[in-house]
């Protein structure tokens, strides 16, 4: 019998939540589909036979993708923010998803093929604008500000002043 965990992310996917699951699992570390489960019978958004959840790990938290149909799209009130640890790993991340069909946004923000909204965030960047020091919090965040994909050198350019 499978564990289910006490709380795990839902999110809603037009027919597409298994094609979501594996390219997560293919993309981020400590990621997996876990399962697949089909449809017993027909229903509005699919077929019998049709994938209807797709239990899968993405960065070790737990979610579940439901194929609900058109009725709902993602939008930016929710994202996954991934801190990454240099530019490499932000460049990795940011590229997988925009070369998979996602679109770029601002300061760090990009959306996956899917809709999902991904924060692509360098921890010298969170480091920064929360830093003590009030002209070096401003200074990380007038800089990314003029920013899609975060650029770690300017921000530790912005940080020196």
Not at 16 to 41: G, L, Q, W
Not at 124 to 139: E, G, M
């Amino acid at each position: 019998m499978t564990t289910i965990a006490k709380n795990r992310v839902c999110l809603w996917f037009d027919g597409d939540a298994e094609a979501a699951a594996k390219f997560y699992a293919s993309t981020f570390p400590d990621s997996s589909v876990d399962a697949v489960h089909r449809a017993p019978s027909d229903y509005p958004a699919g077929k019998q036979g049709d994938a209807l959840t797709v239990d899968f790990t993405v960065m070790g938290i737990p979610c579940m993708g439901l194929n609900g149909g058109p009725a709902f799209s993602h939008n930016e009130s929710f994202s996954f923010q991934v801190a990454t640890n240099d530019q490499a790993e932000t460049d990795r991340y940011w590229n997988a998803i925009i070369a998979n069909g996602g679109e770029a946004s601002a300061c760090g923000w990009c959306k996956d093929q899917w809709g999902i909204s991904w924060q692509i965030t360098p921890v010298a960047l969170t480091q920064a604008i929360t830093s003590s020091d009030a002209a070096v919090a401003k200074r990380a965040f007038d800089a990314m500000l003029t920013m899609t994909k975060i650029d770690v050198g300017a921000i530790v350019a912005a940080v020196r002043g």
